[in-house]
């Protein structure tokens, strides 16, 4: 989140901002804030924090989380590779082959000009972006959704069988 920060303040500083610091903070203003997820939430600069529609805090991150949100679904492989001496490195590699895709989406959508190393922005400053990028979420929970499934059914199984075999 680079809102109301000064250049010297901006974290990824090399990377100019596509519509600048004022033309940011102005569609900030003017769209809002929609963020769900805790650990997103938690890079917000002070002064976006109230414009979010919702406050997230890590109890009520299960309530909260969205099946399009990138950050939710880059999760996914997080907790898998944390789990690794547990999880097949082939669902590992999974996960991580779709939260590298995920995140080159959040990359484009940013408001970082990030052209010249390959990412064609998603221009949330237009209607039209905004629309591309709430087609794309809907996309990412149709084709995520299989693999959290897997993911908890996996998990479930795991558990099942030490809760069994410590009877």
Request: aromatic letters at 10%; proline letters at 7%.
């Amino acid at each position: 989140m680079v809102y109301q920060l000064s250049p010297e303040e901006i974290r990824h500083s090399k990377f100019p901002l596509r519509i600048g610091s004022a033309g940011t903070n102005a569609l900030v203003e003017e769209i809002g804030v929609r963020c769900t997820h805790y650990d997103a939430f938690r890079f917000f600069t002070a002064p976006a924090i109230p414009l979010n529609v919702i406050h997230p805090v890590r109890e009520d991150q299960p309530k909260n989380e969205q099946p399009g949100c990138i950050h939710a679904n880059m999760d996914l492989y997080k907790w898998a590779y944390k789990l690794a001496p547990i999880i097949p490195s082939s669902m590992v590699f999974a996960y991580f082959q779709n939260a590298r895709a995920l995140r080159e989406i959040d990359m484009r959508a940013s408001p970082y000009d990030l052209a010249n190393i390959g990412y064609e922005p998603i221009l949330m400053e237009t209607a039209e972006g905004r629309a591309e990028y709430a087609r794309i979420q809907k996309n990412l929970a149709h084709q995520t959704a299989p693999l959290r499934a897997e993911f908890a059914n996996y998990i479930r199984r795991v558990l099942e069988t030490f809760t069994s075999s410590a009877q």
